[in-house]
T-cell receptor, first 113, second 110 residues
Framework: NAGVTQTPKFQVLKTGQSMTLQCAQDMNHEYMSWYRQDPGMGLRLIHYSVGAGITDQGEVPNGYNVSRSTTEDFPLRLLSAAPSQTSVYFC????????????FGQGTRLTVV | DQQVKQNSPSLSVQEGRISILNCDYTNSMFDYFLWYKKYPAEGPTFLISISSIKDKNEDGRFTVFLNKSAKHLSLHIVPSQPGDSAVYFCASTGTYKYIFGTGTRLKVLA
């Protein structure tokens, strides 16, 4: 049982490049989400999904796309990277949003130059 | 608008003493609260939670207190240990999302 697995752990992109951050969980959780962590800002929700085929925007969705074709996977796509997207990204999953805790991956540190 | 607030960015405590981390929230509809601990270069890990039907929950050295009238919760760590040095986030569950505070960096001095 690996929990929540994120790849890659580190990435450097040039402005304008696109890439996909991968997230997979093996706990059969319905709810998955992406957060970014910036100094002094805490964890801010980018996108979330309450089940396969269902996604919605969080607090800071601009510049990011998501899809949820399977229960296990929830990739985050950066369409055209900008320096403002330099951050640490965390994927999280939970059995449900109600009265349960979320499990986090180890994070992806992204630098956009 | 920050719905979950941690007003102390940092806290230093001597080993063996009590650490008290505070959190305020604005939405009286929030009914479930969580604390997470985060070490550098790792993801946050769940520590303890409390439902709004309770005012206290204990797990070993960790106790969370909830004061609904004040919209305030606190995490007590007794006794504090050097391994507790980390960033602590409080969170609540809103509609389809977890809402996190900005974190408090705890340093336990040996």
């Amino acid at each position: 049982n690996a929990g929540v697995t994120q790849t890659p752990k580190f990435q450097v992109l040039k402005t304008g490049q696109s890439m996909t951050l991968q997230c997979a969980q093996d706990m059969n959780h319905e709810y998955m989400s992406w957060y970014r962590q910036d100094p002094g800002m805490g964890l801010r929700l980018i996108h979330y999904s309450v089940g396969a085929g269902i996604t919605d925007q969080g607090e800071v969705p601009n510049g990011y796309n998501v899809s949820r074709s399977t229960t296990e996977d929830f990739p985050l796509r950066l369409l055209s990277a900008a320096p403002s997207q330099t951050s640490v990204y965390f994927c999280a999953s939970s059995y449900s949003i109600s009265l349960t805790e979320a499990f986090f991956g180890q994070g992806t540190r992204l630098t956009v130059v | 608008d920050q719905q979950v607030k941690q007003n102390s960015p940092s806290l230093s405590v001597q080993e063996g003493r009590i650490s008290i981390l505070n959190c305020d929230y604005t939405n009286s509809m929030f009914d479930y609260f969580l604390w997470y601990k985060k070490y550098p270069a790792e993801g946050p890990t769940f520590l303890i939670s409390i439902s709004s039907i309770k005012d206290k929950n204990e797990d070993g050295r960790f106790t969370v207190f909830l004061n609904k009238s004040a919209k305030h919760l606190s995490l007590h760590i007794v006794p504090s240990q050097p391994g507790d040095s980390a960033v602590y986030f409080c969170a609540s569950t809103g509609t389809y999302k977890y809402i996190f505070g900005t974190g408090t960096r705890l340093k336990v001095l040996a």
